[in-house]
């Protein structure tokens, strides 16, 4: 079966640190693959997402995320992470032909001002 | 443009009562629209996918008669908790496919649902 996997549960960083969180996904067919970021109290939004082509993948608020066939990654990153950062995000890929999607088990980033 | 309005954001019940919740597009028609369950500190489990016009698809293990999922329009897909008993407290969204926009889904705020 499909699945996602976020290797990190909590983050816990300063403001201007760097950022990566890990996204592994098992399924050897085509996948478009997502990152989506939840605030304290709000939807989930799309940070970025990962169709075809350039495997890196420039999202909003200076997030980015890099496609990695051979490992079946597709780890997001930021080089200054800020206080309003601070939030769960969301590995999520969709599975082609299926309509479906998965996502990993989430990843809480709390950054200290 | 993409809004998907879920409502109630907060419901508390008591067991053995039924709930309902209610998932909109506001601008877009969405043919196909997701329920999910989200447990404490885990992923978002899909629980259905509903197609308007049709019976939903339901994933293994998720109760159709429990869980009642109907789509009768291109804007709404109504979740109906029956018979909500404790363990069915949990944190239910939905999401929608906007016809166009690939595969995005687009994601409303999410239901609490309390059964006390």
């Known amino acids: 079966a499909q699945s996602v996997s976020q290797h990190n549960h909590h983050v816990i960083l300063s403001e201007a640190a760097s950022l990566e969180l890990g996204c592994n996904y098992s399924y050897g067919g085509t996948v478009n693959l997502f990152w ?5 109290g709000q939807h989930l939004q799309l940070l970025l997402k990962y169709f075809s082509g350039d495997p890196l993948v ?3 608020k200076g997030f980015e995320a890099e496609f990695i066939k051979s490992k079946f990654s597709f ?3 930021k080089p200054s992470v800020q206080w309003s950062d601070t939030a769960e995000y969301f590995c999520a890929v969709y599975v082609g032909g299926t309509y479906k999607y998965i996502f990993g088990t989430g990843t809480r980033l709390k950054v200290l001002a | 443009g ?4 879920q409502h109630p954001s ?3 019940c008591k067991s053995g009562t039924s709930v309902k919740i209610e998932c909109r597009s506001l601008d877009f028609q969405a043919t196909t629209m997701f329920w999910y369950r989200q447990f404490p500190k885990q992923s978002l489990m899909l629980m259905a996918t509903s197609n308007e016009g049709s019976k939903a698809t339901y994933e293994q293990g ?3 008669d429990k869980f009642l999922i109907n789509h009768a ?6 979740l109906t908790v029956t018979s909500a008993h404790p363990e069915d407290s949990s944190f239910y969204i939905c999401s929608a496919r906007r016809e166009g926009r ?3 889904a687009f994601f409303g705020q999410g239901t609490r649902l309390t059964v006390v």
Do not use: F, W
């Open chain 1, 58 to 60: 420039k999202g909003i």
């Open chain 2, 10 to 12: 907060r419901v508390i």
């Open chain 1, 75 to 77: 780890n997001l990153r």
């Open chain 2, 62 to 64: 998720v109760e159709k």
């Open chain 2, 2 to 5: 993409a809004v998907v309005s």
């Open chain 2, 102 to 104: 690939g595969t995005e």
């Open chain 2, 73 to 78: 329009s291109l804007t709404l897909s109504t």
């Open chain 1, 36 to 40: 989506y970021v939840q605030y304290p």
